[in-house]
């Protein structure tokens, strides 16, 4: 299995909704990556896990809060999320440690906040 | 802080023809990693050619070839043979060689291909 998948693959939500995306990959890489895409923009890096421990912090706003059960799984929950929010969510992931290596992108989760 | 700079917002080529992307950027590291990745509309992002910047020797994966000059920090992308799948937003990456860090992504190159 050499992919990565997320879901789900489009989410509305309103300003007061609690919602999780999720992202998967059972390829053994030990790092993994949250960014968020505007529309035209390039991908912006939010979070980098590294063997399950939170390595990187973008200054994220607290109400996106990842999380990283294990090694195959991660989430991003989202609360409170403002309209400016809106945008797609691209998780990564990559063997980890010292030695070069390439990171492989899920398809995105498009996000709409009401 | 590493910045990527790609000063072409798009390119248009015509099929069959070779079409050459440039990209800057600038970083106090010695020991880097250069990427391209290609994004058609609404599809997943996937990586065309890595560089190490350790090597001298230019990257090449079948029509895709890279010119990395890393005194001058530059490392230009050309396609050969430009096929209609080639369409997409192409964004040059920079990564730090040591621990799990995230790409740096320039703000990207809208390729068109003229049939």
């Known amino acids: 299995d050499t992919e990565v998948t997320q879901t789900p693959k489009h989410l509305v939500m309103g300003m007061t909704n609690k919602k999780s995306l999720k992202c998967e990959q059972h390829?053994?890489?030990?790092?993994m990556y949250w960014y968020k895409q505007k529309a035209k923009k390039p991908p912006e890096l939010m979070f980098v896990?590294?063997?399950?421990?939170?390595?990187i912090n973008e200054s994220v706003p607290s109400r996106f809060s990842p999380e990283c059960p294990n090694s195959s799984l991660l989430n991003l929950h989202l609360h409170a999320l403002q309209p400016e929010d809106s945008a797609l969510y691209l998780c990564?992931?990559?063997?980890?440690?010292?030695?070069?290596?390439?990171?492989?992108f899920g398809p995105g989760t498009r996000l709409t906040v009401l | 802080a590493q910045t990527v700079t790609q000063s072409q917002p798009e390119m248009s080529v015509q099929e069959a023809e070779t079409v050459t992307l440039s990209c800057t950027y600038d970083?106090?590291?010695?020991?880097?990693?250069l990427f391209w990745y290609k994004q058609p509309p609404s599809r997943q992002m996937i990586l065309v050619i890595r560089?190490?910047?350790?090597?001298?020797q230019n990257a090449t994966e079948n029509r895709f070839s890279v010119n990395f000059q890393k005194a001058a920090k530059s490392f230009s992308l050309k396609i050969s043979d430009s096929q209609l799948g080639d369409a997409a937003m192409y964004f040059c990456?920079?990564?730090?060689?040591?621990?799990?860090?995230?790409?740096?992504f320039g703000k990207g190159t809208h390729l068109i291909i003229q049939p």
């Open positions: 990564a992931s990559s063997p980890g440690g010292q030695a070069y290596n390439e990171q492989f």
């Open positions: 390829m053994g890489h030990r790092a």
């Open positions: 896990y590294s063997y399950e421990k939170l390595s």
């Open positions: 970083t106090s590291e010695s020991d880097y990693y």
């Open positions: 560089q190490e910047a350790y090597k001298q």
């Open positions: 990456a920079y990564r730090s060689r040591g621990g799990a860090d995230g790409l740096t």
